[in-house]
């Protein structure tokens, strides 16, 4: 028979025949039913499979699936030959199925597993002769049962992955909807920062508010601008200049906040010269994505405020560089006041001239300027200053122990060099000039000596300030001709130092140990040298009267090696 039907001319079957088939259509209707409701594949097909030999004399060959996936029912090594002889001739059969060769088998039939949704495969069956078309009606029945329930199965799982990917969907939608949230949150409390105008400390403290965690804005040298949370450190601690260096670079280096110790920092960097450091304090490591968000927007609010700031010094500082440069030259008084009014600085009080000397680790001019400006600041010196040549002039309005002015410049310097010349008061703008000359005298005659950096002002150079003051330097440079003249020239012809000799001996007091060790000499070479001062001089030094002359002389010859420089 070349296809499934009941024919008419069947004979008529005894009532045990209609009772075996009643009951397979039973059983039938059951595991239909079991397929249906089954949701898994394989059981669909285990089912399907283990039910053929119940309805007739058949066995399953397998249950090739259209997407070319096999169902072997008999595990054996020679069905692979089997499989591939098939595949070739399922590939040729239509929806119907139909009869297929199988080797080692005399009947053999692909029963095709129908559905609404399409034909998902075929059910092989064989066996040993061709079965009654009754069992082969029951058996396309079960495929067909097989295939709707494979499609159904299909469907399910589809519906299941959809429901799946919504739920994903409305899951990563809903955390979406969270951190637009956050950052709204974020940007709003920033937002009331930046209207309010309230700097760094406010930055610090809506960070802490945000996160919960001590927060602190430093500059790029680690100094504590702004601090908000419990357990400020006293003394903040601070990295060595090489080590805060290095984590400036990384940091810059991944453009991402960063761990540092025990907290989670990110960079402010408006510009190349202007750096800031906002971190929060996580020795736990408990910061999350949101804190970190949060970190990142407040270094943006950061690097907005200090570009702020800079451009806002920047003016004030050039507007102030200006009045400073007019007042040392010589200016209109009425100008100057109107130009200081206008700032918001009282020129009418005392003012002294200070200039400062010195110089950093780093030579870099920027680094000594602004180190002197912070040192003026801090020590309440003056807010008025400028940059001339390779010193840093302040007008200082107060006066202060001057040498705590100077250990703070070294102190904001981290180490170096500096030394301070102090001009006399000036009562009026008019006198800005003269005080200018007095304090580069004294830091001229501070050079000359060769001693330690030290702050000198002008009332303190005793007799360097009477002759710094003469109208006739050709006078004094008589006299110091009559004193000391041949030993200049020996100096001059022999390379020699026995005039800088013979001036430290006597500012030493004709002290023999502390003239050699100011001159770092051997006592030895020092007597040496004294005594070739007397042979040449001519000159007594055990008498009170030429000591005296040549003391005096040797000031007025460093006075006017200062005032020629």
């Not at 804005?217 to 601070?238: F, M, S, T």
């Not at 060769?450 to 008589?478: H, M, T």
């Not at 390379?495 to 001036?503: A, I």
């Amino acid at each position: 028979m070349s296809a499934f039907a009941i024919s008419a001319d069947w004979p008529p079957a005894s009532d045990t025949v209609l009772r075996d088939q009643l009951s397979s259509l039973r059983g039938l209707l059951m595991l239909s039913m079991l397929m249906t409701a089954s949701g898994d594949e394989r059981q669909i097909l285990h089912l399907a499979t283990t039910s053929v030999p119940s309805f007739g004399h058949c066995h399953v060959e397998g249950v090739y699936l259209v997407d070319g996936q096999w169902q072997e029912t008999v595990p054996s090594p020679t069905r692979t030959e089997v499989r591939a002889a098939l595949e070739a001739q399922l590939k040729t059969l239509g929806r119907t199925g139909g009869q297929v060769t199988i080797p080692g088998e005399a009947w053999g039939w692909a029963l095709p597993l129908r559905s609404l949704a399409g034909d998902l495969g075929y059910l092989v069956v064989a066996a040993d002769d061709e079965p009654p078309p009754a069992e082969q009606f029951l058996l396309q029945a079960l495929a067909q049962q097989a295939g709707v329930a494979l499609a159904n199965a299909r469907l399910h799982a589809k519906e299941r992955a959809t429901a799946e990917e919504l739920r994903a969907a409305n899951a990563a939608l809903a955390e979406t909807v969270r951190a637009l949230e956050r950052a709204i949150r974020i940007h709003d409390r920033f937002t009331r920062v930046v209207v309010a105008g309230e700097g760094q400390e406010g930055i610090a403290t809506a960070l802490h508010e945000l996160t919960g965690f001590p927060v602190a804005v430093e500059d790029r040298y680690g100094n504590l601008r702004a601090w908000a949370g419990p357990n400020r450190p006293e003394p903040y601690p601070k990295d060595p200049p090489a080590r805060r260096e290095q984590m400036m670079r990384r940091a810059l280096r991944e453009g991402r906040p960063i761990r540092e110790g025990g907290r989670l920092l990110a960079v402010a960097n408006p510009r190349d010269d202007v750096l800031g450091v906002l971190a929060l304090v996580d020795p736990a490591r408990a910061a999350g994505e949101q804190e970190q968000i949060a970190l990142e927007y407040g270094a943006t609010v950061l690097a907005m405020e200090l570009a702020r700031l800079r451009s806002m010094a920047e003016t004030e500082l050039r507007l102030r560089r200006d009045l400073v440069e007019e007042l040392l030259s010589g200016t209109d008084e009425e100008s100057a006041l109107a130009r200081a009014h206008a700032l918001g600085y009282d020129l009418e009080r005392r003012h002294r001239v200070i200039v400062v000397e010195g110089r950093a680790r780093i030579q870099d001019r920027d680094v000594f300027f602004h180190a002197v400006r912070r040192a003026a600041r801090t020590t309440g010196v003056g807010s008025l200053l400028v940059a001339r040549g390779d010193t840093v002039v302040v007008l200082s309005d107060t006066d202060v122990p001057w040498e705590r002015f100077r250990t703070a410049v070294l102190t904001e310097l981290g180490g170096g060099r500096c030394r301070l010349g102090i001009g006399g008061p000036c009562d009026r703008p008019a006198e800005f000039p003269r005080s200018y000359r007095e304090a580069l005298l004294a830091l001229k005659m501070q050079r000359t000596a060769r001693g330690n950096d030290r702050a000198i002002s002008y009332e303190d150079l005793g007799v360097y300030r009477i002759l710094g003051e003469v109208n006739d330097p050709a006078a004094v440079e008589r006299f110091v001709r009559q004193w000391l003249g041949a030993l200049l020239d020996y100096d001059e012809r022999k390379h020699s130092e026995l005039v800088t000799t013979l001036s430290q001996y006597l500012e030493s007091g004709g002290n023999y140990d502390a003239t050699a060790a100011a001159l770092a000499v051997h006592r030895s070479t020092l007597k040496y040298r004294l005594q070739r001062i007397r042979e040449i001089s001519g000159h007594d030094l055990a008498d009170p009267d030429t000591r005296f002359n040549l003391q005096l002389a040797t000031r007025a010859w460093r006075t006017l090696h200062a005032l020629r420089s």
